[in-house]
Every structure is written in C-alpha cells, then in structure tokens.
C-alpha cells in the first residue's frame, strides 16, 4: 500500500528551486571536509513524532490525517512500518529511531509485551533488508505507563525498578537484532517532584545501580552500542537528575560510567535548561562526550518541551561548528526529535519539515565549515588569551607557580589593561558568513 501518494523521492535541487518537495541546501553528495553531507549530518527520522504523534495538546485532541491511523492494534503498528519505510526511501534518510512502544503497542502484561515486539521488529528487520536506511538509536519509554508515576529507576518501589530494568533488557536485545549504533537513556520520570518525600541518595545511588547492570548485559548478549544519555532539566517532574550536561558528567564520574557512556544532547533540552545549543554541545565536546544530537528547536517565548522543527540558520550554523570541531558525531547522527504544529496536520506536511530541517542543518554545516577554514573564532580566541601565551600567563599554565609568586607579580603592576571583547563585532562576522552562503558565495 502507498500511504505518501503522488510523492516521489526527494532529491536536491539547488536554492533557485521552488519545488516544495526537493532539497535546496542539503545535496547528500556534496564534499565537506572530506565527507560527504550525507556521511557527515547523519540524519535520522524520530518514529514517535513522524508515525505516532496524534498533535493533540492538553487543550485539545489530536488533528493529525495519518491514512495509517485507519488501523489499530497490531494493525496498526504494521502499518506504521510500511508507512515508515515507504517514508524513508522518499527523503532518502539514512537512520531512522524508536522507542519499544513507538513500534509495538503494549499487552495486558511484559510477556505479551514482548511478544508484540518480537513481531514488529521482526518486520522491521525484514524491511530493512531492502532498505539503506539503518537504526540510529533504539529505546524503551519507561515513562508514559501509570506504573512509572514515581519513576522507573528512581522509583520508590523495586517492582517498578524491576520492570523498568525488565524493559531495558529486551530493549538491549532488540537493538543487537536491529544493529543499532547506539542506545539511548533518557530519563522521563528519573527524578523528583518535591525533596519533602525524596530519598535522594538512594534514587540517585539506584540510578547508577541500573545504568552499570545495562552495561553488564550489553557486554554479556556482545551488544557494542555507544551509550547515551540524553539531559532534560524538568517537564515532567520538577528536577530530573539528568538535568544537563555538566550534572550528567558528574553522575558519570561518580558511578565510574563516564568509559561507558556519551550524551545524546537536544537542543530544546538545552534551553529548558537555560543554555545554548552550542553550550551543552561544546561541554560535552571539550570531555570528549559528544556521542549525538536530537535536532530540534524551542519556541522563544514558551518555557517548555515544543520540540519544532529546527530552521534557526544561526544557532545550525554554531551547532554544526561544535560537531566539526568534533570531528564528526562519530556512531551518532542528527535525529529529527521534532513535530509538525498541530495545524500542520497533512500526511505531506510531514516531508515539508523534514526538508526544512534538513536544509537548515546544510547551511549550517557549510557555513560552519567556513568558519573553522579561515579560522575565525581560532584567531579571535588565540589573540584574546595571548597573556597565557609566556611570562606570568605561561607559569600559570603550566602549573610553575603559585599564591607566593603571584602576589609578587601582582604587587609589581603599576596598571592592569583590558582589551575589548567585541562580542557584536564577532557576531557580525557570523551574519557575513551565512549571508555569503546565501548569496552562494
């Protein structure tokens, strides 16, 4: 069956075009830096947004025209399948992601549960057979059931902790039989509500206990995903203890993890958490933990989870800089962890914001790789910590010194002199670039 009728594949036609349905930055073979964009954006389809997201809002049921949503049961999650399929090979998308209750519904109990997923994946594995498209990142949602109220590896009650765990061993399995490149933990209900009735040591003590018995079983089943985590700092509860990046390489650290894990960073996270994208980007960078990205964005005037397609040039443009600094994502990708407004509720608005996306991420990636060419923030950090460069700066540095000699050193100052950081000026320079991209310069 053909659910994305008078579709064809999606291909690139350069700026000029004003076809609807072609890419106008993104050309999956354009070289950058060696690769091409296809190799380097890594781009990913988020099946819960794309294939099961109803739009509905907590003021008012959901509007989305899917001609999949005719079905239900396991019906209906076959149909999600052919339709997930049908989509990829159209965009042309080389990954694609899912949660366990994204693809298979959930039974009266595990055991049915699983059952269903078994059938699904084993459809799913059969497609990909004949596709190019590849799994990104699988996961279970331990958050959505009402038996994860208070939590599921933070939970107050082990029988929740017991079947949350349960849950990431299939899910574990699963990814090894689909080939996943990678295994994601996000922690949607990993946290508290008030301190007044929290054990917090215990749940976060709980917390490393489950995540060093997933590392055990991947490493007993031969499952070599990279790991990640994915911060989110509220919504649902008040604190989640994966609250960003910084406090998540702590909890690493403390449970002996940091070998075993990366972060999956998104850029709505990010801002809930009152950072830049390229912020959490370039912290996980510089401890070399920057294992993925969930590619979307916030509305700037609503303080909560949105996840919009991202068609922010500037903040793409600072994101893909971070990543080329990165050399790359390495087994990550940029996955659409994004949905259509509710009012963009046709199945082909689906292949709209797929291409703004992924057009935004071009420009950005192109962009930025121009700035790292003519070294641009290089040269402007370089000259801005040059007094680290010799004389008192290089003892610092290099550790030679200490509270005795800097006193004297300070003692000996008759003035300190500041230079300028010209901020505005720095970012002039970004509009330069993107407007040269533009321009096609």
């Known amino acids: 069956m053909t659910y994305f009728k008078n579709i064809d594949k999606i291909k690139y036609e350069g700026s000029g075009s004003t076809n609807p349905y072609a890419f106008k930055f993104y050309n999956p073979e354009e070289i950058v830096n060696g ?45 999600r399948v ?68 208070h939590g599921a ?47 917090l040591n215990l749940e976060l003590n709980n917390l490393g206990r489950f995540y060093n018995m997933a590392v055990n079983y991947a490493e007993e089943i031969g499952f070599d995903a990279q790991f990640l985590i994915e911060p989110k700092p509220k919504e649902p509860t008040t604190h989640q203890y994966d609250f960003d990046v910084a406090s998540g390489y702590a909890f690493l650290q403390k449970f002996d993890l940091q070998d075993h894990f990366k972060f999956n960073i998104e850029a709505n996270h990010a801002t809930l958490a009152g950072h830049t994208f390229e912020h959490e980007l370039r912290y996980a960078r510089v401890n070399n933990l920057l294992g993925s990205v969930d590619a979307n964005q916030g509305h700037p005037l609503l303080g909560w989870d949105t996840d919009e397609f991202p068609t922010d040039l500037y903040s793409t443009t600072l994101a893909m800089y971070e990543i080329i600094k990165n050399n790359g994502l390495g087994r990550g990708g940029l996955n659409f962890d994004a949905k259509v407004r509710r009012g963009s509720f046709a199945p082909e608005d689906l292949f709209h914001a797929h291409i703004a996306g992924m057009d935004s991420f071009a420009v950005g990636l192109r962009v930025a790789q121009n700035l790292v060419d003519d070294k641009v923030f290089e040269g402007i950090v370089e000259e801005r910590y040059n007094s680290f460069n010799d004389g008192i700066g290089k003892e610092i540095v290099d550790g030679k010194t200490d509270f005795h000699k800097l006193e004297q050193h300070a003692l000996g100052l008759n003035e300190i002199s500041n230079q300028s950081g010209q901020v505005e000026r720095i970012k002039s320079i970004i509009n330069q670039y993107l407007l040269k991209a533009y321009a096609g310069e």
């Open 82 to 149: 052919e339709a997930a399929f049908e989509f990829f090979e159209k965009l042309n998308v080389p990954y694609f992601c899912f949660h366990d209750v994204d693809i298979a519904p959930e039974g009266n109990n595990l055991a049915e549960s699983n059952k269903n997923l078994d059938t699904i994946v084993a459809m799913i594995k059969d497609y990909m057979k004949d596709s190019k498209t590849e799994l990104l990142w699988n996961t279970v949602n331990n958050f959505t059931h009402p038996r994860f109220v």
């Open 35 to 79: 690769k091409t964009m296809e190799e380097y954006l890594r781009f990913g389809v988020a099946y819960w947004h794309t294939f099961t997201e109803d739009l509905s809002d907590p003021f008012g049921t959901g509007t989305a025209l899917r001609p999949w949503d005719k079905y239900d049961g396991m019906d209906l999650a076959k149909a």
């Open 153 to 199: 590896a933070s939970s107050n009650n082990a029988d929740v902790f017991a079947y949350a765990a349960a849950k990431v061993k299939k899910g574990l399995e699963v990814g090894k039989e689909l080939g996943s490149e990678n295994y994601v933990f996000w922690g949607g209900r990993e946290g508290y509500e008030s301190l007044l009735n929290t054990d």
